[in-house]
């Protein structure tokens, strides 16, 4: 797993907000259709439409990147 943290606006009809969280993925964010699969993932659970803002790769526990 490669752990990232990801950092998200959303609006909905009565205003905005930004929010942040952990997700756990089997494969390294290296596109755009990557990030269209992560707003699809966080789409459920905000309340309104998210736009990632920013993400940034957790390390591993020695301290290193996680594998790619």
Do not use: H
């Not at 269209?36 to 390390?59: A, H, K, N, W």
């Amino acid at each position: 797993m490669i752990s990232y943290f990801i950092a998200y606006s959303f609006a909905n009809e009565t205003g905005f907000g930004f929010g942040n969280c952990q997700i756990d993925l089997q494969y390294p964010i290296r596109s755009q259709k990557d990030i269209v699969d992560v707003t699809d993932v966080l789409r459920p659970e905000v309340p309104g439409e998210p736009v990632i803002l920013s993400f940034t790769r957790f390390e591993d526990e020695a301290g290193n990147r996680a594998a790619r």
